[in-house]
């Protein structure tokens, strides 16, 4: 094992407040009641779950004051699990010694992402094919190891971030710094933390467009979507069609288009939800 990877067990165990929002966030049988009580123990993640469920995407602006009706009411239990889990793995990490990092920009990618799995995820036709909730899940978690990495070694992602996306890839960039990636940095971190096996496979191969081994179709369907959220974001104009993922997982070109669409016309509140993840 690299080095690097090796140092990866550097970062601190999960807090005894984030341990159990993740055990929470992961147990299907756990009453709201006792979930809300769990995740207020986080004074930060119950702010940022209020700013969410009065935000204008929700369209509640100022009208939900405590966390039981952000769930009830506005959010829905699905959107508080995986927001929740996003923010107890990430929320220990010291993102601002990286001059190269962008958070909003990392979460707008995520959000995104997990919109457009969530969106598509209802469309795929093969055995096996992912729940929304998984979906939305598996996108927003996608790149977790590059906020390990970013935590661990801010100089050398940020002159792997410097490099312009025309010259190679991101995960090429940061083996030539680091000789690892985010995509093995994010697989030893969910495996270390115990993630249901479902999001340690779109986490670990989700960047594979060969991958076919367990849990094949959301694995397929988030490393398909992360590709067309970065199109989205660099302003290219995506080309799903050239993909043959989407094709294999038996997503229609007109499903394709409308989940695009509502993606672009959802933009300025996706940016309101990744400036409020990145805080």
């Known amino acids: 094992m690299q080095r690097e990877l090796l140092q990866l067990k550097e970062i601190p165990p999960l807090s005894g407040v984030a341990a159990r929002i993740l055990q929470a966030v992961t147990n299907d049988n756990l009453e709201l009641d006792e979930l809300a009580s769990v995740l207020q123990e986080s004074p930060t993640l119950t702010a940022r779950l209020l700013a969410l469920a009065n935000s ?44 190269g990092f962008d958070a909003g920009q990392f979460w707008m990618h995520s959000v995104m992402t997990a919109q457009l799995a969530l969106r598509l995820a209802r469309h795929v036709r093969v055995q096996g094919a992912p729940s929304g909730p998984d979906a939305y899940t598996a996108g927003l978690l996608q790149r977790l190891g590059l906020l390990a990495l970013t935590h661990l070694f801010p100089a050398e992602v940020s002159r792997a971030l410097a490099m312009p996306d025309e ?98 016309n959802n933009r300025q509140s996706l940016l309101e939800i990744a400036a409020i993840l990145a805080q």
Not at 175 to 193: K, S
Request: glycine share 6%.
């Open 167 to 264: 010259a190679s890839r991101l995960s090429q960039r940061l083996r030539e710094q680091l000789q690892t990636d985010h995509h093995a940095a994010g697989a030893l971190l969910a495996r270390r933390w115990q993630l249901p096996d479902p999001l340690y496979r779109a986490i670990a191969h989700g960047h594979d467009i060969h991958y076919r081994d367990d849990h094949w179709p959301l694995t397929v369907l988030v490393g398909a979507c992360s590709v067309l959220s970065k199109q989205l974001l660099a302003g290219q104009q995506p080309k799903p069609d050239e993909d043959l993922r989407f094709a294999l997982l038996g997503i229609a070109p007109a499903q394709l288009s409308d989940a695009l669409s509502e993606s672009e």
């Open 56 to 99: 204008s995407y929700f369209g509640r602006a100022g009208h939900v004051s405590n966390l039981r009706d952000a769930i009830i009411r506005v959010l829905g239990l699905n959107t508080v699990r995986s927001i929740s889990l996003a923010y107890s793995l990430s929320g220990h990490m010291d993102l601002k010694r990286c001059a």
